[in-house]
């Protein structure tokens, strides 16, 4: 999607990961920075808000 232009290079972007995805981590393991949230609404917000505040720009 980068690549295409679809999402900038430096834009947050959420990317839900299922089983199978925790199974082949690796393969984006040099582009992905994951975040470990809690299964909470509260733990989501929280983290997210973390990411705004940190994020550059």
């Known amino acids: 999607m980068v690549a295409?232009?679809?999402i900038k290079r430096?834009?947050?972007t959420?990317?839900?990961l299922t089983g199978a995805g925790l199974?082949?981590?690796e393969a984006v393991a040099d582009v992905?920075?994951?975040l470990?949230?809690?299964p909470t609404?509260?733990?989501f917000e929280e983290v997210?808000?973390?990411q705004k505040v940190n994020s550059p720009g």
């Open 10 to 12: 430096d834009e947050l």
């Open 41 to 43: 609404p509260e733990s």
């Open 23 to 25: 199974k082949t981590q």
């Open 48 to 50: 997210l808000g973390e």
């Open 4 to 6: 295409s232009g679809m």
């Open 36 to 38: 470990l949230i809690q």
């Open 14 to 16: 959420v990317v839900f």
């Open 32 to 34: 992905v920075q994951p």
